[in-house]
């Protein structure tokens, strides 16, 4: 296609024929389209370092647990899971918001703010310590367990060292720097392998698992003060920056406290009221499934957070942004997790020995809920982003009610299956409430998480039938089978 000479007014006023530009001065339309399509390919790429990292540290922790699961007791496992619960609520219930802060707001980059951040953060750090102190005695009588004795009060070396870690990584998500904070999960998830497994190699006992507590934590630590620019971290405290941060972080905490309340109460309730042996096992079929809720998760506060926050949009405005990347990213989670809920019991079959098998039957059911606590976990990353942790708090009040509830009544009556499905349906409720808090701001997507419901529902259906017709899965009686050895 030619172009036509334009026409403009010379100095004497008459008409002159302007040439077109060169060729080699208008861009190709190839190269145009492409530079169209640079802020698409660069998300695709932060969505691959978040997957590929998040991957192979799932793998190194498949790997930890499976070996550790040959070394070790399946008891060992039920008290170290009310250690990280613990360790997970203390630090949520006094959480006010430090990467938050500095990844939303416009001087989280400024030394002035970081440097409060890091400050107040130690502070926490070692008031949290005295805590895990003053509460050993009461935790140690409702459990029952001598080695909490011991164990809960360590745990103050824990809090101490995630209250000196410093902000460098916080930084990098803000300035989207997400292959450098990749790399550095790689690292972490290696060194956690080698030290859990050597410890386990030495001694064959709780403590393997705690002192290899100790030691990643050390060196996740350690990461983060290489990562940070040398100078420039100080202990400070700037009276306008701690005003921000805590404006913003009594609702941070908010959440955060219901948040650790409807994630973990079943394991609280688990560890008082069913044997530990059984808690060890409900552990391994958690991990399992915990895994995909948590990569959603890290994409929402790696990526999409920072991004909402930067936008500064809401409403439909934002939702139109977010829609079509979103619909292509839940289609291809809903691919993964439905391959992963139809032969998930294969898995645990495959890996562990006759000890755990009755996770076969918990970790298709647990799979199969994530889905809704992955949509939930897109909407707390929309929330948050738009500055509404309040609208994130009330849902997660839902859940927290709905768990109370439903959980007692179902384990009297009718067993650790029934209380299986109470905690599989927690999430819907969830995700219910928070719909109606998007959905009055207009930043609903509930057509779209409809249509994608009944597809992956259909495609676990269809993945369950290959799998089982090429004798990949067992059959449903023999899965049942697994489900009523919670019975005992």
């Given at each position: ?40 390919i660069a998300a695709l790429q932060q969505v691959g370092w978040v997957t ?298 495959l890996l562990y020995d006759p000890r755990y098998h009755a996770a076969a ?128």
């Amino acid at each position: 296609m030619t172009q036509e000479p334009s026409g403009a007014i010379g100095s004497d006023g008459a008409a002159e024929i302007v040439a077109p530009p060169a060729d080699d001065t208008i861009p190709p339309r190839w190269f145009a389209r492409i530079l169209a399509r640079i802020p698409r390919i660069a998300a695709l790429q932060q969505v691959g370092w978040v997957t590929g990292s998040y991957a192979f540290s799932q793998v190194m922790r498949l790997a930890t647990n499976v070996v550790l699961a040959k070394l070790l007791a399946p008891q060992l496992f039920g008290i170290m899971l009310i250690i990280n619960t613990l360790r997970t609520g203390l630090e949520l219930l006094s959480d006010i918001g430090i990467s938050h802060n500095i990844i939303s707001n416009p001087r989280g980059d400024e030394p002035t703010f970081f440097n409060t951040a890091f400050t107040l953060q130690v502070i926490r750090g070692f008031v949290l310590g005295l805590l895990a102190l003053v509460f050993a005695g009461p935790v140690v009588r409702i459990y029952d367990r001598p080695e909490l004795t011991v164990l809960v009060p360590l745990m103050s070396i824990l809090f101490i060292l995630s209250g000196l870690q410093a902000p460098s990584r916080f930084l990098m998500l803000k300035h989207g720097e997400v292959r450098t904070y990749a790399l550095s999960d790689i690292f972490l998830a290696t060194g956690s392998l080698v030290i859990n497994v050597g410890l386990a190699l030495y001694t064959p006992t709780i403590w393997a698992l705690f002192i290899g507590l100790i030691f990643t934590s050390t060196l996740q630590t350690i990461v983060t003060h290489i990562l940070m620019p040398r100078g420039v971290l100080k202990l400070r405290l700037d009276r306008r920056c701690v005003g921000q941060i805590t404006s913003f972080g009594k609702w941070v905490f908010l959440s955060s406290l219901i948040y650790f309340l409807a994630m973990n109460y079943d394991r609280l309730y688990f560890a008082k009221a069913v044997p530990f042996a059984i808690l060890g096992i409900y552990g391994v079929a958690r991990t399992f499934s915990d895994a995909a809720g948590q990569l959603v998760q890290r994409i929402g506060d790696m990526i999409i957070y920072p991004k909402i926050a930067a936008t500064r949009q809401d409403g439909v405005a934002l939702r139109q942004i977010l829609a079509p990347a979103r619909g292509r990213l839940l289609l291809l989670i809903a691919g993964g997790l439905s391959i992963a809920a139809a032969g998930s019991d294969r898995i645990i079959l495959l890996l562990y020995d006759p000890r755990y098998h009755a996770a076969a039957f918990m970790l298709p059911v647990l799979l199969a809920s994530i889905w809704f606590s992955i949509l939930a976990t897109l909407g707390d990353a929309v929330l948050m982003g738009t500055q509404r942790p309040a609208q994130t708090a009330l849902a997660n009040c839902a859940k927290f009610l709905f768990t109370c509830a439903g959980l007692p009544i179902a384990l009297h009556y009718d067993g650790m299956v029934a209380a299986l499905f109470v905690i599989a349906s927690a999430d819907f409720i969830r995700y219910a409430f928070q719909t109606l808090s998007q959905r009055a701001r207009g930043v609903s997507f509930l057509r779209q998480d409809v249509l994608l419901t009944l597809a992956i529902a259909a495609m676990i259906v269809g993945w369950r039938v290959l799998f089982t017709a090429v004798g990949l899965v067992p059959s449903l009686s023999v899965w049942w089978n697994y489900g009523m050895e919670l019975h005992g």
